[in-house]
């Protein structure tokens, strides 16, 4: 659960420090994006698939169970590799240690399973969502937030005063 806040926060406030017209500003926006909309994305998917926990029974074909089930995909993993996926694309090719990024939805994925909070494909779904959408908001000239922010933020606080 720290984890998850911590990235949500971290996105937000680096997302609001630097501004859209800073390249790492930028790229927490395109992540900001990101988590939202496969977090939405996620959600969805819960409630479609409604698929069993492994903790709610021992069959991993436990799918359509309604509204008690909602394991595909993992949502956590999926905001993991949403909000990694667009700082790697937009700074990967410069700074590889960006890369080490991914051990953020690697370590979330191996604690759901561990925990058995998820099943392996819901784990691996989640990393394929995050990391599409998070893809998709790369391609993106502006950010889809940002559209709907009043110019005074997209410039970033620090460099405001």
Same mark, same amino acid.
């Given at each position: 659960?720290?984890?998850?806040? !911590?990235?949500?926060?971290?996105?937000?406030? !680096?997302?609001?420090?630097?501004?859209? +017209? +800073?390249?790492?500003? /930028?790229? &927490?926006?395109?992540?900001?994006?990101?988590?939202?909309?496969?977090?939405?994305?996620?959600?969805?998917?819960?409630?479609?698939?409604?698929?069993?926990?492994?903790?709610?029974?021992? +069959?991993?074909?436990?799918? &359509?169970?309604?509204?008690?089930?909602?394991? &595909?995909?993992?949502?956590?993993?999926?905001?993991?590799?949403?909000?990694?996926?667009?700082?790697?694309?937009? &700074?990967?090719?410069?700074?590889?240690?960006?890369?080490?990024?991914?051990?953020?939805?690697?370590?979330? $994925?191996?604690?759901?399973?561990?925990?058995?909070? /998820?099943?392996?494909? +819901?784990?691996?779904? $989640?990393?394929?969502?995050?990391?599409?959408?998070?893809?998709? @908001?790369? @391609?993106?000239?502006?950010? #889809?937030? #940002?559209?709907?922010?009043?110019? !005074?933020?997209?410039?970033?606080?620090?460099?405001?005063?």
């Amino acid at each position: 659960m720290a984890l998850e806040y !911590g990235v949500i926060a971290t996105e937000v406030a !680096g997302a609001l420090w630097f501004g859209s +017209d +800073d390249a790492l500003g /930028h790229a &927490f926006w395109q992540a900001v994006d990101a988590s939202a909309l496969s977090g939405l994305g996620a959600a969805v998917m819960k409630r479609v698939f409604g698929r069993a926990r492994p903790d709610q029974g021992a +069959d991993p074909n436990a799918w &359509f169970r309604g509204g008690c089930c909602e394991s &595909f995909p993992s949502g956590e993993v999926t905001l993991q590799a949403s909000f990694v996926t667009p700082l790697i694309v937009d &700074f990967g090719g410069s700074d590889p240690w960006v890369w080490a990024l991914e051990s953020l939805p690697l370590y979330d $994925g191996l604690a759901r399973l561990k925990s058995q909070a /998820h099943w392996q494909s +819901d784990v691996l779904a $989640g990393w394929v969502l995050g990391s599409a959408v998070g893809y998709w @908001t790369t @391609t993106r000239a502006v950010p #889809v937030s #940002v559209r709907f922010l009043p110019r !005074g933020l997209t410039v970033g606080f620090y460099k405001r005063f």
